[in-house]
């Protein structure tokens, strides 16, 4: 039976294309990926690809996506075979990046780094960010949530190893060391995210505190990865946030937003400093090109990948309340606000305000 097909994405973790038949086309192809004869993973050949049907191959239903098993090895990447089960027929593999992979199975020096992590506070720039590396190739969802689930569970077990005597070794628990149960714990999240992200690069974002403390235990999750740190000066990003999100009240907002400020000041210290980079949310606005530049070195992107990157830094207004307001530096006495207001947001926030230097209306003038 006449087969035609493409494998179009080999990633670390999936093997993506097509095959087409020509005939009983109710007969959907399976394929096998191979190593040394043994089959390590199936799928088949049935999801839509109008492209494919348009070229007059098969009937459109024909697209196959293999996800591959954590075990493999770097050596085993350029062994490995894709192969319409139940024959001897295979699709041909990219050699070329079979051979990548076995220097950057753990860390990405050829093509975009991956995964990206953007962090920060809400109405801080992250949505443009996630809008740039799509326009950049990347994969990912339009919000994560799912990671600083795993630093709440840490504590809990912190707390839980503290009330029920985990040191004594002639308990249960006393044998369980606390950091191995917490790397434990936080692999499931590890194989959660690769498994919902298949295909190389993807991103993650997520606007809480709680990620941004997971940080160190991500980055050696993923040893390949980037940072990208969205930060905006509290008052511009209080005024957003009380407009997009009504349902909280104003002390909410202002001590989320010191939240997340302290904790990327606080960890940043810790981390690799080549994986990761600050963006202020107002530099997006009035220098895209330079925003782009940084992160282009940072993600190791190509100059196609670039371009369309500062497209949308250039078309899209990062997270704009209103035309203009990306780029305006507020006085916090024309905010509008009350002096009870005034009042919780230097309390919440004046700390972190002088921490980053956003002090330009003299804010701490007012502070009683």
């Given at each position: 039976?006449?087969?035609?097909?493409k494998?179009?994405?080999?990633?670390r973790?999936?093997?993506?294309?097509?095959?087409?038949?020509?005939?009983?086309?109710?007969?959907?192809?399976?394929?096998?990926?191979?190593?040394?004869?043994?089959?390590?993973?199936?799928?088949?050949?049935?999801?839509?690809?109008?492209?494919?049907?348009?070229?007059?191959?098969?009937?459109?239903?024909?697209?196959?996506?293999?996800?591959l098993?954590?075990?493999?090895?770097?050596?085993?990447?350029?062994?490995?075979?894709?192969?319409?089960?139940?024959?001897?027929?295979?699709?041909?593999?990219?050699?070329?990046?079979?051979?990548?992979?076995?220097?950057?199975?753990?860390?990405?020096?050829?093509?975009?780094?991956?995964?990206?992590?953007?962090?920060?506070?809400?109405?801080?720039?992250?949505?443009?960010?996630?809008?740039?590396?799509?326009?950049?190739?990347?994969?990912?969802?339009?919000?994560?949530?799912?990671?600083?689930?795993?630093?709440?569970?840490?504590q809990?077990?912190?707390w839980?190893?503290?009330?029920?005597?985990?040191?004594?070794?002639?308990?249960?628990?006393?044998?369980?060391?606390?950091?191995?149960?917490?790397?434990?714990?936080?692999?499931?999240?590890?194989?959660?995210?690769?498994?919902?992200?298949?295909?190389?690069?993807?991103?993650?974002?997520t606007?809480?505190?709680?990620?941004?403390?997971?940080?160190?235990?991500?980055?050696?999750?993923?040893?390949?990865?980037?940072?990208?740190?969205?930060?905006?000066?509290?008052?511009e990003?209080?005024?957003?946030?009380?407009?997009?999100?009504?349902?909280?009240?104003?002390?909410?907002?202002?001590?989320?937003?010191?939240?997340?400020?302290?904790?990327?000041?606080?960890?940043?210290?810790?981390?690799?400093?080549?994986?990761?980079?600050?963006?202020?949310?107002?530099?997006?606005?009035?220098?895209?090109?330079?925003v782009?530049?940084?992160?282009?070195?940072?993600?190791?992107?190509?100059?196609?990948?670039?371009?369309?990157?500062?497209?949308?830094?250039?078309?899209?207004?990062?997270?704009?309340?209103?035309?203009?307001?990306?780029?305006?530096?507020?006085?916090?006495?024309?905010?509008?606000?009350?002096?009870?207001?005034?009042?919780?947001?230097?309390?919440?926030?004046?700390?972190e305000?002088?921490?980053?230097?956003?002090?330009?209306?003299?804010?701490?003038?007012?502070?009683?």
């Amino acid at each position: 039976m006449p087969i035609k097909g493409k494998v179009e994405v080999f990633s670390r973790r999936t093997v993506r294309g097509w095959i087409a038949q020509f005939g009983d086309l109710n007969q959907k192809p399976a394929l096998e990926i191979v190593l040394d004869g043994n089959v390590l993973a199936s799928g088949p050949a049935d999801e839509p690809r109008p492209d494919v049907l348009e070229r007059g191959f098969g009937d459109g239903q024909c697209q196959f996506q293999i996800h591959l098993p954590d075990s493999l090895r770097p050596e085993d990447y350029p062994r490995l075979k894709l192969r319409i089960a139940r024959s001897d027929l295979y699709l041909e593999m990219p050699r070329a990046a079979q051979q990548t992979f076995v220097a950057t199975v753990t860390e990405s020096t050829v093509g975009p780094a991956s995964p990206v992590f953007v962090v920060g506070s809400p109405r801080s720039g992250t949505s443009a960010l996630a809008s740039a590396l799509m326009a950049a190739g990347y994969d990912g969802f339009a919000e994560g949530n799912l990671l600083g689930l795993s630093q709440m569970i840490e504590q809990r077990v912190d707390w839980y190893y503290t009330g029920n005597d985990a040191k004594n070794p002639r308990t249960l628990i006393g044998n369980v060391p606390v950091d191995e149960l917490k790397a434990e714990l936080f692999e499931v999240f590890r194989k959660t995210l690769d498994r919902l992200n298949p295909v190389d690069p993807w991103f993650d974002k997520t606007g809480n505190p709680e990620t941004i403390q997971m940080l160190p235990r991500i980055i050696a999750a993923w040893p390949g990865c980037r940072v990208i740190f969205a930060r905006r000066r509290g008052i511009e990003n209080i005024m957003s946030r009380v407009i997009k999100f009504p349902e909280r009240d104003f002390e909410y907002h202002c001590k989320d937003w010191a939240r997340n400020m302290n904790s990327w000041r606080v960890i940043r210290g810790k981390l690799d400093q080549s994986r990761i980079t600050e963006v202020d949310q107002r530099e997006m606005a009035v220098a895209p090109e330079a925003v782009t530049v940084r992160l282009t070195n940072l993600l190791n992107l190509d100059d196609a990948a670039a371009n369309r990157m500062a497209q949308v830094f250039r078309a899209e207004r990062p997270q704009e309340t209103f035309s203009g307001s990306a780029e305006r530096v507020l006085d916090l006495a024309k905010t509008g606000w009350t002096d009870a207001q005034k009042q919780i947001f230097l309390t919440s926030c004046g700390a972190e305000m002088e921490a980053y230097g956003y002090t330009d209306d003299n804010i701490f003038d007012m502070i009683p």
